[in-house]
């Protein structure tokens, strides 16, 4: 048996002498010696004292046989305890917020739960703003984000299995579903390529997110990703599985599918109308964003013939004396644009007025008065940088997909831009999201998904779950 | 596991029939025919129509097992391969004259200078990409955009209604019956593309109404074939003949011309998006055929070797319109019929014969 102070000596060895490895030595049960330890800041101090220290040196019964399950059971009315003598499991509980007592000839300890994280409060997500409906987020507590599904989700169907990922990090990772929705072909796909991640640690759901990816060299996203419990909750009826991470706001969804970027959850707090409008103007702006500079480019270099003449003749007169070609000009505007929009997002918030001011009007408007762009190229380009962010989710791959169909277009002319979007297209259909085809519901075509695809019909109207969504149970009324 | 769903064979079946008969085939007649020409047409249309049932009755028949397997399991190895080695070489040189039409159409109209190397580089990436990835993804794109296609194709047609002049195709039969018969011939070589529905044996998660809804495709083929033609020769007169590309040529006689710009950009469109579509499921074809006879299953390997033959006959052809369609009027065409007609009495055949494979119904259409 090891004296206390060997004990203390071998965890602190353990931690290496870590400063946030706090000991704190009292005496319980009036004359037992124990030894309270834990992580500085991932505890309740006040809650430590009150709720573990406190209760064991008030009591007055001598205990008999095992001191840490006689303490155990009697600091059940203050704290959540349980008892562990593996020293591997003792530690990982520290890390994770628990407080250990150990007693002095007991080789068992307890291990008590006074978690206390330093976490924001639940807010609504700069990336996923509402006019209408819930403005809860995640946050970056594993905790309050699975309570915030189960707020949502009221049934002893809605499980999630716990995993650890990550040999330093020890990120907790949640995998929800509902398990008489979600189909169990999905579920174990999932938690199988989640247990075979062999990583030193993640930090973020993203990094789950790369693992999680059949394909890894494509730079569309196979996983969903939502900061918003009410549009994961809605995923999970969907019969979706989600992965919480320990540490990111970001929730992964799967399987995942084109259309759901397509969607916005203000799409559903506001009349069907109304949101099929919006996810038409939403697939129009995508469209215009990717091939518009491309488009532009080949009429300019190669088909000024089939331009309307008056509309010829406008440009002409503004393209006048520039003296890059269109191809390069509208290149140069591009690049530009990135540059402002990768500057925007690391400069000090203060800055970003004088960074807009620089930007719009500086740049833009001197760069056409100087003669070095024209009004045309830098209006397109504009226009195209403001409509890929009606989908801001895809707004990454939009930007790509622009300077790809513009090198197309500029080298190619129409020509290529036909063959561009043919081989788009055939890239997209050949992909797959955990059994659920990329571009369903339209490509297979799904009669019954049409109802909330481009458009949305009322929620009566929606009487069973997506049928491109592997899932068990179709039936959603009635 | 079934690749296709039925709604897509019939997208498929749209695209195979109507395809071919986009560009260079309305010209083509009129050259035998003149004033006759619709009728010519209308004909080589109805010939599509006992074809394409057979092949749907065998489709429906045979849902279980390929093409291959159905040819081998009847006819034996050697038999079954010698076929297939037939119908490569016709689909080889259909694949071919679709690229040459479309490098026609954008070399004539759109480019003033096009050279042909890029052009085939990407035309052949582009294809070979789609067809490698198979008959799932093909499916799928077509299933994606075919409404678009329609749309475009119906603009095309429509556009240039307001300019027809009914007395360019009257009176009809002025010269009998038999320059309609011998432009029928003479064009054959740009009919019976359904025979290439038979390599989707097997794949189809065939539904209720399977016929019917192939007549429905068929009956959508025939009237926007027969009433686009109306409106080109109509609308044309005898410029007809100076005229290469039918639809894509047709919104020129628009009267939005001016307000719109140059429509013809949308046919344009639409047709390249079409033809390229229909090369893609012939190079699939050709796929097939390479890698049944030679046993082996290595995708990329059979899409190189069916470009090279491609590329091949191309050189030997010209890579022209011109060369090509002087020897569709001639040995072309009868290799057509002659292939066409192998294939319709073996369809036949395998109608006729007893059933032996079991069928199990193709009811998991879910991953089409």
Redesign the interface.
């Known amino acids: 048996m090891q004296s206390l102070q060997k004990i203390i000596s071998d965890y602190k060895q353990t931690f290496h002498e870590s400063e946030d490895f706090i000991t704190r030595e009292f005496v319980a049960y009036k004359d037992i010696n124990a030894v309270a330890m834990f992580i500085d800041g991932s505890v309740d101090k006040q809650f430590l004292i009150s709720g573990v220290m406190r209760p064991l040196q008030n009591e007055d019964i001598v205990p008999k046989g095992n001191i840490a399950e006689f303490a155990a059971e009697n600091l059940v009315g203050y704290v959540q305890t349980k008892t562990e003598t593996d020293k591997q499991k003792i530690v990982e509980a520290m890390l994770n917020g628990f407080c250990v007592v150990i007693f002095e000839n007991c080789e068992t300890a307890i291990l008590a739960d006074s978690t206390k994280w330093i976490v924001r409060i639940p807010s609504e997500p700069p990336t996923s703003a509402v006019m209408n409906g819930p403005r809860e987020g995640f946050i970056e507590d594993i905790i309050t984000n699975c309570s915030l599904l189960r707020k949502r989700l009221k049934n002893p169907d809605f499980i999630m299995k716990k995993l650890t990922i990550g040999r330093y990090t020890q990120t907790q990772v949640r995998v929800c579903y509902i398990t008489s929705i979600a189909d169990p072909k999905v579920v174990k796909m999932v938690i199988d390529k989640l247990n075979k991640i062999d990583i030193d640690g993640i930090v973020d759901s993203n990094y789950i997110n790369e693992f999680l990816q059949n394909r890894r060299h494509t730079i569309f996203k196979q996983i969903g990703v939502s900061e918003k419990p009410d549009i994961v909750a809605a995923k999970l009826l969907e019969g979706r599985v989600a992965i919480v991470v320990d540490g990111s706001p970001m929730v992964l969804t799967i399987p995942f599918c084109l259309l759901e970027d397509l969607q916005s959850s203000n799409d559903y707090y506001i009349t069907s109308g109304r949101a099929t409008i919006l996810r038409f103007l939403r697939i129009i702006s995508l469209v215009v964003a990717i091939l518009l500079p491309g488009m532009y480019i080949s009429l300019m270099v ?2 000024y ?5 008056k ?1 010829l003749i406008s440009i002409a007169n503004s393209i006048q004396g520039i003296p890059l070609p269109p191809f390069l000009e509208v290149l140069f505007i591009i690049f530009l644009f990135e540059v402002l929009y990768e500057a925007s997002l690391r400069m000090p918030r203060y800055m970003g007025l004088a960074l807009s001011v620089v930007g719009a009007l500086i740049l833009g408007d001197t760069a056409v008065k100087a003669g070095l762009v024209s009004p045309p190229a830098v209006m397109i380009v504009a226009l195209t940088g403001v409509m890929s962010y009606t989908v801001p989710e895809q707004a990454q791959q939009v930007s790509f997909l622009r300077l790809v169909f513009t090198i197309i277009g500029g080298m ?5 831009m ?2 561009g979007s ?2 788009l ?2 890239y997209l ?2 992909m797959d999201s955990y ?1 659920t ?1 990329y ?1 369903s519901p ?4 799904n009669k019954n998904d049409q109802k909330d695809g481009i458009m949305k019909m009322p929620a009566p109207a929606q009487r069973t779950r997506p ?1 491109t969504i592997p899932n068990i149970n179709k039936k959603r009324q009635g | 596991m079934k690749s296709i ?1 039925t ?2 064979f019939i997208i498929i079946s749209i695209f195979i029939l109507l395809g071919p008969k986009l560009l260079s085939l309305q010209p083509a007649i009129f050259a035998f025919a003149n004033k006759d020409a619709i009728w010519g047409l209308v004909i080589g249309c109805l010939i599509e129509l006992p074809i394409l049932l057979l092949v749907v009755f065998l489709i429906k028949k045979y849902q279980n097992i390929t093409f291959y397997e159905l040819l081998k399991s009847k006819l034996g190895k050697i038999v079954s391969k010698s076929l297939l080695i037939i119908i490569l070489i016709f689909i080889l040189f259909k694949a071919l004259f679709l690229y040459q039409e479309t490098y026609s159409l ?1 070399s004539q109209i ?2 003033e200078d ?1 050279p042909l190397w ?2 085939v580089a ?2 052949i990436l ?1 294809t070979g ?2 067809a490698c ?1 198979g008959s ?6 077509l ?3 075919y409404i678009i296609a329609f749309v475009g194709l119906l603009i095309s047609a429509l556009s240039a209604i307001i300019s027809i002049r009914m007395e360019n195709l009257l009176p009809f039969f002025e010269n009998g019956l038999m320059p309609t018969l011998n432009s029928v011939f003479k064009t054959f070589f740009f009919y019976g593309n359904s025979i290439i529905l038979l390599f989707f044996m097997g794949k189809v998660d065939i539904k209720p109404k399977f016929v019917w809804r192939n007549l429905l495709a068929y009956a959508i083929y025939f009237v926007y074939v027969v009433g686009a033609s109306l409106i080109f020769y109509e609308v044309y007169g005898q410029c007809v003949l100076f005229s290469d590309f039918t639809i894509a040529e047709l919104p020129q006689y628009s009267p939005f011309v ?5 429509l ?2 949308i046919s ?2 639409v047709c ?2 079409m033809l ?2 229909l090369s ?1 499921i012939f190079i699939w074809s050709a796929i097939c055929c390479t890698k049944w006879i030679t046993n082996t299953k290595n995708s990329s390997v059979h899409v190189c070797i069916n470009m090279f033959i491609i590329l091949v006959l191309a050189i030997i052809n010209q890579f022209t319109v011109s060369v090509m369609l002087d020897k569709i009027y001639s040995y072309w065409s009868i290799g057509s019929i002659v292939v066409l007609g192998i294939y319709v009495i073996l369809s036949i055949i395998l109608l006729c014969l007893k059933k032996q494979t079991k069928i199990t119904g193709g009811k998991n259409g ?3």
């Open positions: 190669y088909h013939n089939i331009i309307p003449i509309f190619l002319g129409l020509f290529g036909i063959l043919m081989f297209i055939a259909c050949n059994n085809p571009l339209f490509a297979p075509y049928n | 769903s709604h897509q954008f759109l480019y096009f890029i052009y990407c035309a582009v990409y789609i990835k799932r993804t093909i499916a799928r794109s299933e994606f955009y001016s307000d719109l710009g140059r013809h950009w344009m469109v390249t998006l390229y579509s893609s879910q991953n089409s």
